[in-house]
């Protein structure tokens, strides 16, 4: 079976920083594109941002320039380093990957698989 686990959330003050760490664990054969999704009381999940297996990366207009995502292919991990954090930003972030494994010995896809989430709250 392949998960993925999110860890890094908490409570921070504005102007603060967080790094937030997605970890994919399983019979997985490939990762493609990994991505942070958040999703704040009341509204809609929205993408943060998202990063190719070769390392292309995508943000969303309200996090660009201050939030980096990137990944580790060699320990199966995303990260997504929050830096100059605003009140607005605090939500419930959530890792999604497309990922190719092993289910026993047949091969699987899952393009959609999300991890439960960690509450990032920025709060004075």
């Known amino acids: 079976q392949v998960q993925l686990v999110e860890s890094g959330g908490g409570l921070v003050q504005p102007g603060g920083s967080l790094r937030l760490s997605c970890a994919a664990s399983?019979?997985?054969?490939?990762?493609?594109?990994m991505g942070w999704y958040r999703q704040a009381p009341g509204k809609e999940r929205e993408l943060v941002a998202s990063i190719s297996s070769g390392g292309s990366t995508n943000y969303a207009d309200s996090v660009k320039g201050r939030f980096t995502i990137s990944r580790d292919n060699t320990k199966n991990t995303a990260y997504l380093q929050m830096n100059s954090l605003k009140a607005e930003d605090t939500a419930t972030y959530y890792c999604?990957?497309?990922?190719?494994?092993?289910?026993?010995?047949?091969?699987?896809?899952?393009?959609?698989?999300w991890g439960q989430g960690t509450l990032v709250t920025v709060s004075s």
């Open positions: 999604n990957a497309d990922l190719e494994y092993y289910r026993g010995s047949v091969y699987r896809r899952n393009r959609e698989l």
């Open positions: 399983g019979s997985i054969l490939r990762i493609n594109t």
